[in-house]
């Protein structure tokens, strides 16, 4: 059966302009999935991300056969390096997600605090934990990670300046369960619930309608086609 994407993008109340970023691509062999958040404080971070994003799915969905890590890692510091001299000052979040359709592999590769999980009757189960400070101090509770002004503090990060590796996790996750990617925008916020009826004007009135939402909101859900 074929798969999806519903994404929804809200602009923070206390943002300018709106600097998250999603996009996918469902091809024969691979699903690619991609999710960032631009760094408020630092230049040019909407448009680093998006730019990056962008050039990750359009490399990786030329690849017709299996996706290894090892060709991913190549195209993120290829591409990373082709634009990082136009975003030397810029920052921010990302989190890839690749599916084999084939073998059912699930390659996970992210920076900074952009997460990803699975959702059951509007309840959502996190399967990696952010790059702050919380975590590094090695607080796993999840409304510690969601609450603590620390949480703010990136120890890892996707930078203009200089690349850092990406955490690279493989995952085992339920595809017949839809799929969520999320910025910290909206992961931040508890209670972290979707409606249990899974449409694009369900989500966006349920995200529209979260309380103290100050920062840019982004979710990307991977359903299977006719859910929508």
């Known amino acids: 059966m074929m798969n999806e994407g519903i994404l929804i993008t809200l602009k923070g109340t206390e943002r300018a302009s709106n600097q998250d970023f999603a996009t996918w691509h469902i091809g024969q062999r691979n699903e690619i999935w991609m999710i960032a958040d631009g760094a408020t404080g630092a230049k040019d971070s909407g448009l680093f991300v ?7 799915i359009q490399h990786l969905a030329s690849v017709s056969d299996k996706i290894l890590p090892a060709v991913v890692f190549d195209s993120i510091e290829t591409i ?10 810029s920052k921010g979040s990302f ?21 990803i999980g699975t ?12 790059h702050n400070m919380v975590v590094a101090k090695q607080i ?6 969601c609450t603590l002004p620390e949480r ?11 690349l850092e590796r990406p955490e690279y996790l493989q995952l085992r996750l339920d595809l017949s369960l839809p799929v969520i990617l999320a910025t910290d925008g909206f992961w931040s916020l508890l209670p972290v619930n979707l409606p249990e009826e899974i ?25 299977r086609k006719g859910n929508q």
């Open 50 to 56: 998006s730019t990056f994003c962008e050039e990750i």
């Open 199 to 223: 449409s694009h004007s369900s989500l966006h009135s349920h995200l529209e309608m979260k309380k103290n939402r100050a920062d840019d909101l982004t979710v990307l859900l991977r359903v």
């Open 140 to 145: 796993t509770d999840e409304h510690k990670i």
């Open 152 to 162: 703010n503090i990136l120890f890892r990060k996707l930078s203009g300046r200089r």
């Open 95 to 115: 989190l890839l997600f690749i599916v084999d359709r084939e073998t059912k592999e699930q390659h996970c590769f992210f920076l900074g605090d952009c997460r």
């Open 119 to 130: 959702l059951t009757e509007g309840n959502i189960k996190w399967s990696v934990l952010p």
């Open 80 to 89: 990373h390096s082709s634009i990082r001299k136009k975003f030397v000052c």
